[in-house]
């Protein structure tokens, strides 16, 4: 019906075009002007395209498998309750980083910047931190990563360290087994003199029926 409409309309129009008489003129006008109001009422009014939203830009969610250069070289500073991580980088976008804050590490990437994607990550912290607190400004020519402490103190550095000096206390071991890992660390750290002082010392006091828990490292 709406093909046989529209083929109306063209005979009509290429009609109106040849007409000469103003009766002939009127009647043909009319009848256009129906068939372009029947012609609309089966189309429906055009659809109106629905307005675009202004407002802040979502992160777009990152594609699997990006390759990223790892920013291992950064500064940082810290006061009694927070630490101040400044990564220089130029071009970087707010809404193309993404950030993942856990209690003992941080992982922040750098999306699209000048074609390039980038990373800092620091796997295990030194302390715990709070995540939810921790935030990430971008400058023009650096991006700044702050972290809270979950407790309040100074930080020796930002990666955590395992201290070899402190001895084993596990309940279930051989209650010597700490002080004997004690002096191992201790002997395998330490310079000659330490390590003749160390070895005299366990000598002088152990017993015959005592294992020598230096043994294998002179």
């Not at 009694?80 to 970087?92: D, T």
């Not at 191992?184 to 002082?197: A, P």
Request: charged content about 30%; overall charge positive; aromatic content about 6%.
């Amino acid at each position: 019906m709406a093909e046989e409409v529209k083929q109306d309309l063209e005979e009509l129009r290429h009609l109106l075009t040849t007409a000469k008489r103003p009766r002939t003129v009127s009647l043909i006008s009319n009848e256009i002007q129906n068939l372009e109001k029947l012609q609309s009422l089966r189309e429906g009014p055009p659809a109106t395209p629905a307005p675009t939203p202004i407002g802040a830009p979502t992160p777009v969610k990152p594609a699997q498998g990006l390759n990223y250069i790892t920013l291992a070289s950064f500064s940082w500073d810290q006061d009694n309750e927070k630490l101040k991580i400044y990564v220089s980088l130029e071009g970087v976008q707010e809404e193309k980083i993404e950030t993942v804050f856990k209690p003992m590490s941080v992982d922040v990437k750098f999306h699209d910047v000048q074609g390039k994607h980038y990373r800092c990550a620091i796997p295990k912290l030194n302390k715990e931190i709070v995540p939810e607190k921790c935030k990430v400004v971008v400058k023009p020519s650096r991006v700044i990563i702050t972290l809270f402490k979950a407790s309040k103190g100074n930080w020796l550095d930002l990666h955590f360290k395992e201290d070899k000096l402190k001895p084993n206390l596990d309940k279930e071991k051989d209650p010597m087994a700490g002080i004997m890992d004690l002096m191992k660390n201790m002997y395998e750290e330490g310079d000659e003199e330490m390590k003749r002082t160390i070895a005299k010392a366990w000598t002088d006091a152990r017993s015959g029926k005592a294992a020598d828990p230096l043994k294998g490292y002179r």
